[in-house]
């Protein structure tokens, strides 16, 4: 019987990383990065420019196209102390392309750097555009425990909240890069695919891809789709409990459209996930389509628990194709042309990848959410993998080389 990941502990999950080898700055070009090559349970060295050889016609690889927005404001109280104020995602009922098209004032939780310098009562001003006198207004509304609530406010009605963060804003780096964002950030942190606002961190896997590489894939017949998972904060979250019964995984925004699930419910080639995150909404999909069999009556949306994979049946699970048809048809019946919602799937050793037959991803941190996703596509091989990017040199995290882990 396999073991609940709940009683697995991060401390198992853990390796030496220099910090030396955590890139800090991306390669001029971006498929210059190399490409660690897991397949057969033979580790290769490649280059990323090289990935398009490795799949063939009839293959669907995907993408998450969620770009990342420039939810760092920093403002002065009256006395000079600088606070930091980090926009996590909007309050109430409303999604996150919604939050972004407000116009005139917007509630989000946020992370404020410096609060206790803040008063309560004293509302903090920034420049938007000061040849316009723009100034967008900031006033605390509510301390919760995993933030603050913060209402934004600004008078010009022609500029939403997307805009307010373009040009008010800076890049939430990782922490891990110490360092500010810089001017080439603004380009480099983001996909050159990426479209549907809503970040708080690229989905890094996708940076080392060009258009010249997807046209590459194209051309050898590969299918590519697009999903969004907008990426929280809690993406580096650590995980500070003993058990991971204990922790709490974060909740995440998706979307995915109809046209994506009828590509992966017709592949009969190898599905690829570019990245973690387009893993655990295409998992997340998987348990939506099988809630929808087993209650059909039931709203279509996602809305995925941590533990909700991990829950005893006594029916058999569909495959693939049988519960991506199903997805698409009850779409198609309700006349829905997407689905979205929030997933909090946490993905580690015990569960079974539903969906995918490789993952393109980058180097992890030790004791991360992420490496135990790795390891649930892996395996315990994992350890042998990244013993062999420290040892021949990749460059790991954010900024670092490539991995396409083939699961089978």
């Not at 909240?161 to 080439?184: T, W």
Request: proline fraction near 5%.
């Amino acid at each position: 019987m396999k073991q609940h990941p709940g009683d697995l502990s991060i401390t198992s999950f853990s390796y030496s990383l220099p910090d030396d080898r955590i890139a800090r700055f991306p390669l001029e070009e971006r498929d210059a990065s190399r490409l660690l090559i897991y397949q057969n349970q033979l580790i290769q060295d490649g280059m990323f420019r090289d990935l398009p050889d490795l799949f063939s016609e009839g293959d669907l690889l995907i993408f998450n196209q969620t770009r990342v927005v420039q939810a760092r404001l920093h403002f002065q109280t009256q006395t000079g102390a600088a606070i930091e104020v980090f926009c996590l995602e909007p309050v109430g009922d409303i999604t996150i392309p919604m939050a972004m098209l407000q116009q005139g004032s917007a509630d989000w939780l946020c992370m404020v750097g410096n609060a206790k310098k803040w008063k309560e009562e004293e509302h903090l001003q920034l420049p938007v555009n000061q040849e316009k006198l723009i100034f967008i207004e900031v006033q605390l509304l509510e301390k919760k425990p995993e933030g603050y609530v913060v209402r934004f406010s600004w008078k010009d009605s022609a500029l939403c909240f997307a805009d307010i963060l373009d040009q008010a804003g800076f890049l939430p780096l990782p922490p891990y890069l110490k360092r500010d964002a810089q001017e080439s950030d603004k380009s480099r942190y983001q996909t050159v695919y990426a479209d549907q606002k809503g970040s708080v961190a690229a989905p890094t896997a996708g940076l080392h891809f060009t258009p010249e590489i997807i046209q590459q894939l194209k051309t050898r017949g590969v299918t590519c789709q697009y999903l969004t998972l907008h990426v929280g904060a809690g993406t580096f979250k650590p995980v500070k409990a003993e058990k991971m019964s204990e922790h709490d995984m974060h909740s995440e925004e998706v979307i995915a459209t109809l046209e994506l699930i009828e590509s992966v419910a017709a592949c009969e080639g190898k599905i690829a996930s570019v990245g973690t995150t387009t893993l655990r909404t295409l998992e997340s999909l998987y348990w939506t389509a099988v809630r929808l069999m087993d209650y059909p009556e039931t709203a279509c949306v996602i809305a995925v628990n941590q533990w909700d994979p991990y829950e005893t049946r006594t029916t058999p699970l569909p495959d693939r194709k049988q519960a991506f048809r199903y997805l698409a048809q009850m779409l198609r019946t309700r006349k829905m042309d997407s689905i979205q919602g929030e997933t909090r799937i946490i993905i580690a050793p015990g569960y079974t990848i539903r969906v995918i037959d490789a993952l393109v991803t980058n180097f992890h941190q030790p004791q991360s959410t992420l490496l135990l996703l790795v390891s649930a596509c892996i395996g315990d091989v994992w350890r042998d993998v990244y013993t062999y990017a420290l040892e021949h040199d990749y460059r790991f995290l954010s900024y670092g080389d490539s991995s396409v882990l083939f699961l089978k």
